[in-house]
């Protein structure tokens, strides 16, 4: 079977190590890729927002299954535009993918399919805005309505930064647009986890659990990074959450796609809140997480192609997903100033030279002259599987003493409390 990836970050990197291994696939291909996937297989410049090309290179290539990465080309319809032409993608329709690309349109999925959620309303007049807020507590959540990659979620304490925050998204235009519209949302507290999920819209098989660490500093402290590392399983889960989550989350979810037709067939990633046994829903994503997806393909014992396969063939009730009891962490080596401002082009030193049972992913890499440099915030993901957490975490944090660039930067307790 011929395969091809769309992205080009560690997440994609991890699906195509684990398409590789697939016995039933011929070949691989990725659009654009990056050096790391390049090693792996065939990579070919062009835009992950041009559907017209990407349709056209499926149809010249006769690609079998197309697996779409990240959720902007899911917000523009690409699976879509894939089915249209006659072949096959994994990742949901456009409409699907609007729980991600709108957080109204999903609050308001979540309100009338019984899906547990902070209370909220939504707002796309300024001076309303302004007035709504003292309908609400501090810490107050303000959520941009589009995509906004990461920024679009701020919390303030007290009404002063909430306005200011507010005329940022919604008349300074801050987020490109996304603004324009937001959510208001109570502030919940407890404990945070991600629930990752094949789907093919009849049937949901939830994955093996892992935890993320989103702020950029040890201790949770910073601003919001798109992820520093994870671990799976997730240390942190309560025990006996897995009925809850099926009884009040999966199910109604699933329902709730079928009640409004969303053709939902590939990856859905459920950002909860968990206090006292009881989970609440944050946020649906469309896709894979990244770095979650890292360290949870590492697990997957059965053949990824078969699943991805089945989910864009309404069959995923008819494959076994098996998992190893592995414990695996992955540490995102970053460029200095990430979050913020940061260079690129830097050269990455001793890649060479980390040990074989240690699975390095490139999330922000390019080859400059023969050489491998930085080219983005997150940089490499350092994998390793071990008996326990503590096994995989020191070989990671081992390995983040060989590789070396200047100005990198990693977290120190990645899998701690
Ligand atoms: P989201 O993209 O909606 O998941 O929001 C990004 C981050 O903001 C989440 O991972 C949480 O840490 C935080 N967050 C979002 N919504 C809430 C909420 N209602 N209460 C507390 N924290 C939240
Ligand atoms: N790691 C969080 C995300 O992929 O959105």
Not at 48 to 70: A, C, H, M, R, Y
Not at 271 to 277: A, V
Request: glycine fraction near 10%; aromatic fraction near 8%.
């Amino acid at each position: 079977m011929k395969v091809l990836v769309i992205g080009s970050g560690g997440r994609e990197h991890a699906i195509a190590y684990k398409l590789k291994q697939s016995p039933k696939v011929t070949e691989l291909y990725a659009i654009p890729g990056n050096p790391g996937i390049a090693s792996l297989c065939t990579c070919v410049p062009g835009s992950v927002e041009d559907n017209e090309f990407l349709v056209d290179f499926i149809k010249k290539n006769q690609i079998d299954l197309t697996v779409i990465g990240p959720e902007v080309p899911l917000c523009n319809g690409l699976a879509d535009d894939i089915e249209k032409a006659g072949y096959k993608a994994f990742g949901p329709q456009k409409k699907a993918a609007t729980l991600e690309g709108s957080k109204a349109f999903s609050k308001d999925f979540m309100i009338r399919h019984h899906i547990p959620t902070a209370k909220y309303v939504e707002v796309t007049d300024f001076e309303k805005a302004c007035k709504e807020v003292d309908h609400f507590d501090f810490p107050l959540v303000i959520k941009a309505d589009g995509l906004a990659a990461g920024k679009g979620v701020v919390i303030v304490e007290n009404k002063e930064d909430a306005i200011s925050t507010l005329k940022e998204m919604m008349v300074d235009g801050a987020l490109d647009g996304a603004g324009s519209k937001v959510v208001l949302e109570e502030f919940l507290t407890g404990f945070e986890c991600s629930l990752l999920c094949f789907t093919d819209g009849k049937t949901i098989v939830p994955m093996v659990s892992a935890k993320d660490h989103k702020q950029i500093f040890d201790g949770n402290k910073g601003p919001n990074t798109g992820g520093m590392g994870t671990v799976s399983p997730n240390p942190f889960l309560p025990e006996g959450m897995d009925e809850v989550l099926k009884k009040d989350i999966l199910d109604p979810f699933m329902q709730g796609l079928k009640e409004d037709q969303m053709d939902y067939r590939g990856v859905v990633f459920i950002g909860l809140m968990i206090e006292n046994n009881q989970a609440k829903v944050l946020e649906f994503n469309v896709r894979f997480g990244d770095p979650e997806t890292q360290s949870i393909l590492l697990r997957l014992e059965s053949d990824l192609y078969e699943i991805m396969d089945a989910c864009a063939t309404y069959t995923l009730d008819q494959v076994d997903v098996k998992w190893s009891d592995d414990h695996v962490a992955c540490l995102v080596l970053a460029s200095g100033g990430y979050p913020g401002k940061y260079d690129k082009g830097i050269e990455i030193k001793n890649i060479d030279k980390v040990s074989d049972d240690i699975v390095v992913f490139h999330a922000g890499t390019a080859l400059k002259d023969g050489k491998l440099v930085t080219n983005g915030g997150r940089v490499l993901n350092v994998c390793a599987r071990g008996a326990n957490l503590q096994e995989a975490l020191a070989k990671v944090y081992e390995t983040a003493t060989i590789i070396t660039f200047d100005g990198m930067y990693y977290r120190h307790d990645i899998g701690l409390r």
